[in-house]
């Protein structure tokens, strides 16, 4: 190789790598927008599933509801996976979140044993937030603590997903409850200015997390590049150390 060659190539390589320490370091900050939950005591406030290969099935109930089922579950499987799926959250870190179907109604034969994502719509839900009862309201409730030998921490192993009707009914927001409540389940917790938020660097950064009713000025439909990052970031990779934030490159 000549003396021109050799300089052009290394040229060529120390560039590729200061670009790639760019994205990454981009990509680490911006990810902070969308506030993960943190670690606390070993636990780690997300399904468990999303960390390997596991299906993260979801069905949908009406039982306390004015709403028909077949209504609901096709507003919330649209949300998820079927009217924007460029944009969704399915097929996230090389299909470790991944939504399965079923049709029967949650507290309907045949079960909601291994579901993982249960959505419940309701007339009236009752929601919490630091003990105190914020009624009409949407929430996710985890439940079914278990160990993750993956990761090194205590995760969920299902998610209650309460609906308030009409939201869910309401043609312009949807998307984003249902979006936004499954950001719960996959760990990002509500950023915003209000004190049920959590403000972060950068407390109305675009983030399917932040909202009108925690005092940002948009409802965004889908989870945003920074939100990928950020779920990303908590999904293991083969090579991964145990309980330590993960790179978003790699399957």
């Known amino acids: 190789m000549s003396r021109g060659k050799l300089a052009a190539w290394v040229l060529r390589v120390l560039i590729g790598l200061a670009v790639g320490l760019l994205v990454r370091a981009f990509m680490a900050a911006e990810s902070f927008a969308s506030h993960r939950y943190p670690v606390v005591s070993g636990f780690h406030n997300h399904l468990k599933s999303m960390t390997g290969f596991d299906t993260e099935n979801y069905c949908v109930d009406v039982g306390s509801s004015s709403m028909q089922h077949a209504d609901a579950l096709s507003r919330v499987a649209g949300a998820l996976r079927l009217d924007n799926p460029s944009n969704d959250w399915n097929g996230l870190k090389g299909g470790r979140v991944a939504f399965g179907q079923r049709d029967n109604q949650c507290s309907q034969p045949p079960g909601s044993v291994g579901i993982e ?22 929430c996710a409730i985890a439940d079914g603590a278990v160990w993750n030998n993956v990761t090194g921490h205590t995760e969920f192993e299902l998610f209650l997903i309460l609906l308030h009707t009409p939201d869910l009914q309401d043609n312009s927001y949807y998307h984003h409850l249902v979006n936004h409540e499954t950001g719960h389940a996959l760990g990002l917790q509500d950023g915003g200015t209000i004190e049920t938020a959590d403000p972060g660097p950068i407390p109305c950064q675009d983030s399917i997390m932040h909202n009108v009713y925690h005092g940002c000025s948009v409802n965004y439909d889908y989870p945003t590049f920074f939100d990928k990052v950020a779920v990303s970031e908590m999904i293991p990779v083969s090579s991964s150390t145990i309980g330590r934030s993960y790179h978003w490159f790699g399957p």
């Not at 959505?119 to 009409?136: E, L």
């Open 117 to 138: 994502l249960r959505y419940y719509v309701q007339n009236s839900t009752v929601c919490t937030y630091q003990g105190q009862p914020r009624p009409q309201n949407s």
